[in-house]
């Protein structure tokens, strides 16, 4: 203590400034490499992809325009409109599901588990995110198919075809290996920063182990759930493998009707409008999830 | 100690590879300040987390009212504590951490504001009670603390080290705050702390513990005097012990040979000429003698140099090496005669017989 002051009153008076001007500058380099590439592959590539909206086709080639047809053409046709509402159910129950899966498995992880088993089941879940999902997704294809492993397997016992490829099923299996593990770790970090003296209070204090989860862990990590939450629709309603390879792109979901008009006669402005429009769909879900959960953490003001 | 108001029964807690606490028991009385004290290690944060129900005993049996808590769960027990760290919840308001165990057993929303509310000005922090907790300060976050403990009224209160984290002043501050406290409530107090000093202050009996296992229980005064073992005597500190051996007996002293010559002790245990004896002086019994001042007939002296002087308010503890290499202290109100103590000074140190103590158990 004593010594942090005399350290800082000795620089101020000689030095002061230069000290503080790098002190300001050596983050910014620091930082600059990754801003620089956030800038060139992610804020101008959506600045050009919103510009491309108001853009025309002509016979198959691109002109830049401004025209707002391409957004009412859109956003008033059937198949998109169905599309959107199809993608968004579909996004909303696979995070559902995946949060329900999810926090027991990371509730276990995190406080109920040993320091040696907990490490290695977090590695257990972070190999599969650096596996392939396309091959993950294929190999699901190949297991659910009607000659798959399942139906061969159930034919050799003699029991009856069951046709397991298409539908609900299949695409929220894709989609619970994409996210699950992400999810799962997200939950088990969030649990893991639990200061554990916060339950065993709550237990002392009369709490059972429901009242507990629900009025200690859960407000305790309410920015993790959300930020699980959020991840989970995130990757669900972006995806592209599951919906083609599982349900055969029936019915078809935004990533898939972007990839739709575009092949038929070019539509890039078209599937542009599709894709920034998503977009915001995505963001304003993370800014709601972000609102509500960061809500009461800042106290009362 | 009739009838004791909470009781533990052999209780034994082994963990892989430790044995955290072997088999202990004790009695404590209803309304009784105790206070378990000891190194970090020794148990008793442990034994404490077993009468909350927070540990299970590899065996042995706790006793609460008269009723068997040993696998009641923790939530039922109602034994509330005060942790170290505090465990306030965060994203609580203070008045809702407060109330916290109230809303847990089912209270209407209006009679929980009130309790709290009530208990928030008990421990004056009066208004406060829709403050967020990082608006508080250490020492308000504490009584925030403690009334989220008591506000169920329960017969029992549990503190484990709930001073430690605080600076100098407020921990002072708040143990006489604690101790008015039990002395309005009337309640059991079990006090878990490594602070002598807290010990000494609050309890009505303090619990010294070593190595899973009581070393001696007793009125602080009693056991700061009257240390039953050389572990206890050190742990008090503020004593220095002498080792020898009983050269004979006589009129109610026994004549112990030490390196610094023949030492009279009081006569208190049974041990036969040659036999090892080791006594203890309190730091506050010991006494310089003056340039050309003679030691009281029979009181011994021990010449030795002055290593050093530490200050606490009003007195003074002096550090001295005698000729033989033995640590004195000696402690007594400051007299402003420090300048001519500087370290090197030969002294010369006596004190009363009467006021060594033997210890029982070296």
């Known amino acids: ?301 | 100690m009739i009838d004791p108001y909470v009781r533990l029964e052999a209780l034994d807690m082994r963990y892989p590879g430790h044995h955290a606490v072997k088999d202990l028991s004790l009695d404590i009385a209803g309304g009784e300040f105790i206070a378990l004290m000891g190194p970090s290690g020794c148990g008793k944060s442990t034994t404490l987390r077993m009468i909350a129900g927070l540990e299970q005993p590899t065996s042995g049996r706790i006793l609460i009212g008269g009723q068997d808590m040993t696998h009641v769960s923790a939530d039922r027990r109602g034994t509330p504590m005060v942790w170290q760290n505090l465990a306030l919840f965060p994203f609580l308001s203070v008045e809702d951490n407060v109330a916290f165990s109230l809303k847990m057993r089912g209270d209407s929303p209006a009679s929980r504001r009130r309790a709290a509310n009530e208990w928030l000005e008990k421990v004056g922090l009066g208004g406060m009670g829709k403050r967020h907790i990082s608006q508080l300060s250490g020492g308000q976050r504490q009584r925030v603390a403690i009334a989220r403990a008591l506000v169920t009224q329960p017969s029992i209160l549990l503190l484990d080290e709930p001073l430690s984290a605080l600076d100098a002043h407020l921990r002072v501050h708040l143990q006489t705050e604690l101790a008015r406290l039990h002395r309005e409530l009337k309640i059991t107090f079990i006090y878990v702390t490594h602070s002598q000093s807290e010990a000494f202050a609050l309890a009505d009996r303090v619990v010294v513990m070593a190595d899973g296992v009581i070393q001696q229980a007793g009125p602080p005064r009693a056991v700061y005097r009257a240390p039953v073992n050389g572990f206890v005597a050190s742990f008090m500190g503020m004593n220095t012990r002498m080792d020898g051996s009983v050269a004979a007996r006589s009129d109610g002293m026994i004549w112990v040979d030490c390196p610094e010559g023949r030492i009279a002790v009081p006569d208190t245990v049974a041990a036969g000429p040659g036999a090892a004896l080791s006594f203890v002086i309190g730091a506050d019994r010991m006494r310089l003698l003056g340039g050309h001042e003679r030691a009281p007939e029979g009181h011994p002296t021990v010449a030795g140099r002055v290593v050093g002087i530490e200050f606490v308010g009003s007195t003074q503890t002096i550090f001295v090496a005698s000729d033989t290499g033995r640590d004195f202290r000696l402690q007594r109100l400051d007299l402003g005669d420090d300048a001519v103590l500087t370290p090197g000074t030969p002294v010369t140190l006596t004190w009363d017989p009467r006021h060594a103590w033997v210890l029982p158990h070296p």
């Not at chain 1, 230069?18 to 930082?31: H, I, M, S």
């Not at chain 1, 059937?78 to 498995?105: D, K, N």
């Not at chain 1, 305790?220 to 792109?249: H, Q």
């Open chain 1, 1 to 301: 203590m004593t010594a942090r002051l005399e350290k800082t009153q000795a620089i101020t008076p000689a030095g002061g400034r230069t000290r503080a001007g790098n002190r300001a500058v050596l983050p910014l380099v620091l930082g600059l490499p990754v801003a620089l590439w956030q800038l060139a592959f992610f804020v101008l590539p959506v600045i050009f992809l919103i510009v491309i909206t108001f853009w025309k086709v002509r016979s198959f080639r691109l002109e830049p325009a401004f025209d707002l047809g391409n957004w009412e053409k859109v956003l008033t046709s059937t198949p998109f409109q169905r599309a959107l509402v199809y993608t968004t159910e579909v996004a909303a129950i696979a995070s559902l599901l995946c949060m329900l899966i999810a926090f027991p498995a990371a509730h276990a992880i995190a406080l109920g588990l040993s320091e040696t088993a907990r490490r290695r089941w977090i590695a257990f879940l972070i190999i599969p995110v650096f596996s392939s999902y396309i091959l993950k997704v294929y190999a699901w294809q190949v297991v659910l198919s009607p000659g798959g492993v399942v139906n061969v397997s159930l034919a050799a016992l003699g029991l009856p075809q069951v046709d397991l490829l298409g539908g609900a099923l299949s695409l929220n299996i894709g989609l619970l290996t994409l996210t699950l593990p992400v999810v799962t770790l997200i939950l088990t970090f969030a649990l893991m920063g639990v200061d554990r003296s916060l339950l065993e209070a709550a237990r002392n204090l009369g709490a059972s182990g429901g009242q507990v989860l629900m009025q200690v862990t859960l407000p305790a990590i309410r920015s993790g759930v959300g930020l699980a939450a959020v991840t989970a629709f995130l990757m669900s309603f972006g995806d592209y493998a599951s919906p083609v390879f599982l349900t055969g792109s029936n019915p078809p979901t935004l990533s898939i009707l972007i990839v739709d008009t575009v092949k038929s006669g070019s539509q890039w402005p078209r599937a542009s409008v599709i894709g920034v429009s998503m977009l915001v769909i995505l963001a304003l879900a993370f800014v709601t999830v972000q609102f509500l959960t960061q809500r009461r953490a800042g106290g009362a003001r």
